[in-house]
C-alpha cells in the first residue's frame, strides 16, 4: 500500500488488473492519504467515499477501461457528474447546495476509462485566477512549501497529486490552467489542440475557444494514456482536432529523431526571474545532449504579447458575464454582483462596454496574432519557453484591488505571459518538471508544438523524462 504514494495511474491500473491489490484497497488508501494531507493542503473541497467505494467494488468484480480502479479527481470547473456538487468555485453555487443533474462527455469519459472518482478539487471563482483561494472554499497550499500558492486554476489538483493524494487529476486550461500549477507544483500538465476534447453535450466551447480539458499527471506515459481516454469528436462539437495515427500512449519511448527546436526566455514588456530562465536553459542543454538542433529562435509574434495579452479581457469580459448568467440559471433565481468576487464583478462590469461588434473584433485580431505566431512551426518543430515569468507565488499576492482593478489585472499577465498565446492558437504545449532552483523548488518548462502535434510532445517529453527523471523528488507535505 505503501507503494501507491507515488507510482503514477498507469502502474496502479497495472497492479489492479493483475490483482495484486483490488481497487476498493486503492481506493481505501487513497482516501487515508487524503484524510492525512488535505486538512493542511485543502486540495479536495467535495469528498464522496461511499460512491468511490461502490465503483471501486464494481472494478473488482468487472473492470471496465484502461484505468479500471484508479484513485481520480475532478476539478470543480469542467466535467460535471451527475448527482456530484458541481459550485465552479462560487459561494453562490456553495450555499445552494448546487448538484449536476447530468454527466458531461469528458466526465463520462472519465468514468468510462475507469477512474474511481474520490472527489472535487479546489478552483478559483470561474477559474479566473492563476493561484487557487476562492473565497468560498479558502486557499489551497502548495505542499513543497505551504506559504506559496499551488498555481491556478486547476491548483487543488495539482496540490493533491503533489501531496500523493491520487497519481492523476483533472484539469482544464484557458490561459494556462493546466501548466502553471504542474509548473509550480512539480507535475505534467498537458494542454492539448483545440478541439481534441468535447466540451459537449453542455457547452458548444468555453472561452470563445480559448479554454482546454485535460488532466495533470506524474509521468508523460498517463498523460498521454488519458488524453487518449478522453480524446475525441463529438456530434455538435463546435471544433475537431485531426486524428492521430495511432495512441499517444504508442508515442512514449518512441524516438523523435533529430528535432530543430527554438527557445525563448523573457518577453518585450516583461521581467522573467532569473530561475524561469535557467529552467528553459537547462531543458536547451539537455535536448542538445539528445542530439536535437537547438537554436536561439522564437517566434516573433512572441514579443507582441504585452499588446496582444491584455485583449484577453475583453474576452474574459463577456464569458464571465455570461458564466453569471449560467449560475443563475443553475440556482434558478437573480444574483446580485456582491454575491461574487470583487475580480469576477470587475469583469462582469466590464463586459458593459464590449459590444458584439467589439467582440468579433477582438477575434479577429487574435486570429491575425495567432496565424503569425503558428507560421513559425512551418521550419521548428518546438519550442521551449517558461511557463511563468515568476517560479513562485506566495499566497494572498493576488489580492484583487477594486481602486486599481487595471493594476491587478495587469499583475497576474506579469506573472503568467508565456501561456495564455497558446490558448489562443490552439496549439498543444506541456510543462514538464525538469528543474529545481536553489531552494529545491520545482521549476516547470514548457515545450510547445504544431496545432495537433501532440504525438511529438509526448515523444520529446518522454525522452526527456527518461534522461533527466523527476519521480523521486518530494514535496515537504504528503498524504
Known amino acids: ?86 459550485h465552479l468555485g462560487t459561494s453562490v453555487l456553495r450555499d445552494a447546495g448546487y448538484i449536476a443533474p447530468a454527466t458531461s462527455h469528458l466526465g463520462q469519459r472519465f468514468l468510462d476509462a475507469g477512474m474511481v472518482v474520490l472527489g472535487r478539487t479546489n478552483t478559483p471563482e470561474l477559474g479566473l485566477m492563476a493561484t487557487t483561494e476562492p473565497a468560498a472554499y479558502g486557499a489551497t497550499r502548495n505542499p513543497w512549501d505551504l506559504q506559496l500558492s499551488p498555481g491556478g486554476s486547476s491548483g487543488g489538483s495539482a496540490a493533491a497529486i503533489a501531496a500523493g493524494i491520487v497519481p492523476a487529476a483533472h484539469g482544464n486550461d484557458g490561459g494556462g490552467s493546466i501548466r502553471i500549477p504542474a509548473s509550480m507544483s512539480g507535475l505534467v ?50 471544433y475537431g482536432a485531426p486524428t492521430f495515427t495511432r495512441p499517444l500512449s504508442a508515442e512514449v519511448g518512441q524516438p523523435p529523431g533529430s528535432l530543430r527546436v527554438g527557445f525563448v526566455q523573457a518577453l518585450d514588456g516583461y521581467e522573467t526571474h532569473a530561475d524561469c530562465a535557467a529552467a528553459v536553459a537547462a531543458a536547451v542543454r539537455l535536448l542538445e545532449d539528445l542530439g536535437h538542433q537547438v537554436e536561439d529562435a522564437a517566434p516573433e509574434a512572441l514579443q507582441r504579447s504585452a499588446e496582444v495579452l491584455p485583449h484577453l479581457y475583453d474576452i474574459f469580459a463577456p464569458a464571465v458575464a455570461l458564466d453569471i448568467e449560467v449560475v443563475e440559471a443553475m440556482v434558478g ?49 518546438l519550442l521551449v519557453a517558461p511557463v511563468t515569468a515568476q517560479p513562485t507565488l506566495p499566497l494572498s499576492t493576488m489580492v484583487f484591488d477594486e481602486n486599481n482593478p487595471d493594476e491587478s489585472h495587469a499583475a497576474m499577465l506579469r506573472f503568467i505571459p508565456f501561456t495564455a498565446q497558446f490558448n489562443m492558437s490552439g496549439q498543444p504545449a506541456i510543462a514538464l518538471p525538469l528543474y529545481r532552483n536553489a531552494a529545491g523548488l520545482p521549476v516547470g518548462v514548457q515545450l510547445v508544438a504544431a496545432f495537433g502535434r501532440e504525438d511529438l510532445l509526448i515523444r520529446v517529453a518522454s525522452q526527456l523524462e527518461l534522461a533527466a527523471p523527476w519521480s523521486d523528488f518530494r514535496p515537504m507535505i504528503t498524504g
Request: glycine share 8%; charged share 25%; proline share 5%.
Open 189 to 238: 500538465g498537458l494542454k492539448s489542440s483545440r478541439g481534441r476534447v468535447s466540451n459537449g453535450p453542455m457547452m458548444g466551447e468555453a472561452w470563445a475557444g480559448l479554454a482546454h480539458e485535460g488532466a495533470l499527471t506524474r509521468t508523460v506515459r498517463d498523460a498521454a494514456a488519458l488524453l487518449d481516454a478522453i480524446a475525441g469528436y463529438k456530434p455538435g462539437d463546435h
Open 1 to 86: 500500500m505503501e507503494e501507491l504514494t507515488w507510482i503514477d495511474a498507469t502502474r496502479t491500473a497495472a497492479l489492479i488488473a493483475a490483482r495484486e491489490i483490488t481497487a476498493r484497497e486503492a481506493t481505501d488508501a487513497a482516501f487515508g492519504r487524503l484524510q492525512k494531507a488535505n486538512g493542511v493542503i485543502n486540495a479536495v473541497i467535495h469528498e464522496f467515499p461511499e460512491a468511490a467505494a461502490a465503483a471501486a467494488a464494481e472494478h473488482d468484480r468487472c473492470p471496465r477501461g484502461p484505468f479500471a480502479g484508479v484513485p481520480f479527481l475532478l476539478k470543480d470547473i469542467g466535467a460535471p457528474v451527475a448527482g456530484q456538487p458541481y
Open 333 to 381: 433565481r437573480a444574483v446580485s454582483a456582491e454575491e461574487f468576487e470583487p475580480r469576477t464583478r470587475d469583469h462582469a462590469r466590464r463586459s458593459n462596454a464590449v459590444s458584439a461588434v467589439d467582440h468579433f473584433k477582438t477575434m479577429q485580431s487574435m486570429y491575425a496574432f495567432t496565424r503569425d505566431l503558428e507560421s513559425w512551426w512551418d521550419n521548428f518543430d
